[in-house]
């Protein structure tokens, strides 16, 4: 009977995740750019070195902010799902569709991070969830799949 539930178990799928921007992931992405640039202020560098730093540092905020910050964004997936065949189906902000596999992930209560293979060999495509992202009852689901398949593949 518990090898029956089981079975039933692993062949449920989390429901879709719909994303937003989240506020956490900003308000993190401004204080260790930030930070960053305070540490740049106490180093021995030439002026030139210190600009230069300093637009490197401006340009991965700007950067970074409009790949996880805005919906705007054409490479921001707007919703996750889990396909039956191993796949998991991202949708981008411009309406793109792509099947990517699942590679690695990290869970934790407040922060997912998922990682999937593209089709560029050596590639890797990384997609970060924060809890204020989503609905925290499909964010829960999710993370429960996720364990379950970890699980799984352990067993």
Same mark, same amino acid.
């Given at each position: 009977?518990?090898?029956? /539930?089981?079975?039933?178990?692993n062949? =449920?799928?989390?429901?879709?995740? $719909?994303? @937003?921007?989240? %506020?956490? =992931?900003?308000?993190? =992405? ?11 202020? !106490? ?11 300093? %637009?490197?540092? +401006?340009?991965? =905020?700007?950067? &970074?902010? $409009? !790949? ?9 997936v707007? &919703?996750?799902? *889990? ?5 998991? &189906?991202? %949708?981008? *902000?411009?309406?793109?569709m792509?099947?990517? +596999?699942?590679?690695? $992930? ?6 997912? /991070? ?13 997609? %970060?969830?924060?809890?204020d *992202?989503?609905?925290?009852? @499909?964010?829960? &689901?999710?993370?429960c799949?996720?364990? @379950? ?7």
């Amino acid at each position: 009977m518990i090898r029956f /539930i089981l079975s039933w178990l692993n062949g =449920l799928l989390p429901p879709d995740l $719909y994303l @937003r921007p989240s %506020v956490f =992931l900003r308000l993190g =992405l401004v204080s260790l750019h930030g930070l960053a640039a305070v540490a740049l202020l !106490y180093t021995d560098l030439s002026l030139a070195g210190g600009v230069i730093l300093t %637009v490197m540092l +401006v340009g991965s =905020l700007v950067g &970074q902010w $409009y !790949y996880y910050g805005t919906v705007y964004s054409p490479g921001f997936v707007i &919703q996750l799902r *889990a396909c039956h065949d191993g796949y998991w &189906q991202l %949708v981008y *902000a411009d309406g793109t569709m792509r099947k990517r +596999v699942l590679k690695r $992930y990290y869970i934790h209560s407040r922060l997912l /991070i998922l990682q999937f293979r593209t089709q560029v060999p050596g590639l890797n495509s990384t997609l %970060v969830i924060m809890a204020d *992202a989503t609905d925290p009852e @499909r964010l829960r &689901q999710l993370r429960c799949h996720l364990l @379950r398949l970890a699980w799984r593949a352990e067993t």
